[in-house]
């Protein structure tokens, strides 16, 4: 019984170790606390916004943890349920808290839950620095906090540089980015961006190697196979050829012995008057003739008298 408890209470730790774990790599990410022409909710009013991050590439469900907006919270001679009275719960009744590596959610403040669930109770300070805490569910592990300077201007955002960096700045109107990721300034160029994501250029040149030699592997091997391809045809062709050409030969052959059995001399008179053999004689006598080696004659015609009964008369 004792090794059964043992094993349960090492199974809790183990979750606590890795939930919490994972809930270091949720972030805020950007607020905006003055919201006159940003994003609009569901109902389509302009409430001030939070937005939350997942940096890593691993998913993590945010439900059961708490938002705060007040610095009392930090005070350690508060018991959890006083402290969490003065938090609001992010709950469990929505599919969007489950947040997929990269991905990111929007959270409105000075709102009423009951609109949705992702409107916060949590109100903003009227005066003097905003902060903003993000709890674990047991109301107590502080995950991440960010303290806003006021006043900002309206529709302008206190971001993260980038998703997850520890350094932040103020973001102009035409440079907020909600529920997308953070960048420096969105009139960047792309050549910026990159000496900016790529200060050393390791990355674009792996990037332009993998490209090329991918591109070099991938005609390599469509040559390869177009030359099989073609050469497997040429093959197939001098086969049949070939096999077309013995079949005529054995197939003349047959008929040729067969007329032979026949009608014997038939065959070799075929030959003699075939026509290749009658061009060969041509030619040949024609070849003797310019060459002069005709037969040579005396040009004398010799008569020889032969007497028959019809002489006598």
Known sequence: MKKKYSLIAVLAVCHLMVFGQGAKNIKINEVMPVNTESIVDEYG????????????????NVRGMYI???????????????????????PNNETRTNLSGRQHLIFYLNSNP????????????????????????????????????????????????????????????DAVTPGIENYINISDSKVAQIKRDDPHGFGITLLSMGIVFSCLALLCIFFTIFGRIMKGRQNRKLNDAKQAHTKKILSKM????????????????????????????????????????????????????????????
């Open 45 to 60: 009013e302009h409430l001030p916004w939070m937005e939350l991050a997942n940096t890593s590439f691993t998913t993590f």
């Open 254 to 313: 047959s008929l040729e012995e067969e007329d032979e059995r026949a009608f014997p001399g038939v065959v070799t008179k075929r030959r003699e008057e075939d026509p290749d053999v009658i061009m060969a004689v041509v030619a040949m006598a024609l070849k003797e003739y310019l060459d002069d080696t005709h037969d040579v004659e005396s040009g004398t015609i010799t008569i020889i008298p032969k007497f028959t009964k019809w002489t006598r008369i």
């Open 114 to 173: 009951a609109k949705g669930s992702t409107h916060l109770s949590s109100t903003l300070p009227a005066e003097g620095n905003l902060w903003i805490g993000l709890f674990e569910g047991n109301g107590v592990n502080l995950v991440d906090s960010v303290t806003i300077p006021m006043p900002m201007k309206p529709n302008a955002s206190y971001a993260r540089q980038k998703d997850g960096a520890d350094t932040w700045e103020v973001k102009a109107v």
């Open 68 to 90: 705060a907006t007040d610095t009392a919270v930090l005070n350690k001679a508060l018991t959890v349920p006083e402290r969490v009275s003065m938090m609001s719960i992010i």
